[in-house]
Every structure is written in structure tokens, then in C-alpha cells.
């Protein structure tokens, strides 16, 4: 019995990373959204990340 409380909870992570990726399989592009008023990137350009703090709302200086 303690083997398989030992072997279920690396078991069930497999599944749950496994589902992950057959999510983004099935849905490619769903999460990649962004907010109205931030331009989208343009095709080739890499995103610039912001390190800074952000408002309330979600956008960096914006207060």
C-alpha cells in the first residue's frame, strides 16, 4: 500500500502534463491573446516582456 501512495501522485502529474500538451495540440494559438489597446506583435518579431510593475488594470503605466 505505501508503494502506491508513493507511485500515484508522479503518476497523476504525468497525466495532467500530458493532458496540457494535447490541449495545446488540439487548441493551438488559444492563450496567445492579447488585451484590447496592446498592439499585437508583428509576425517574426519577438514580444518584448515587461519586467516592471504593473496597475490594477493589468497595464504598465497606465495609472
Known sequence: ??????????LM?????MLGRYEDLLLPGVGEQVP?????????APAAAHTGL????G???SS
Open 36 to 44: 484590447d489597446g496592446v498592439p499585437a506583435p508583428q509576425d517574426g
Open 54 to 57: 504593473t496597475d490594477p488594470g
Open 13 to 17: 502529474l504525468g497525466v495532467l502534463l
Open 59 to 61: 497595464f504598465p503605466g
Open 1 to 10: 500500500m505505501a508503494v502506491l501512495a508513493l507511485l500515484i501522485p508522479p
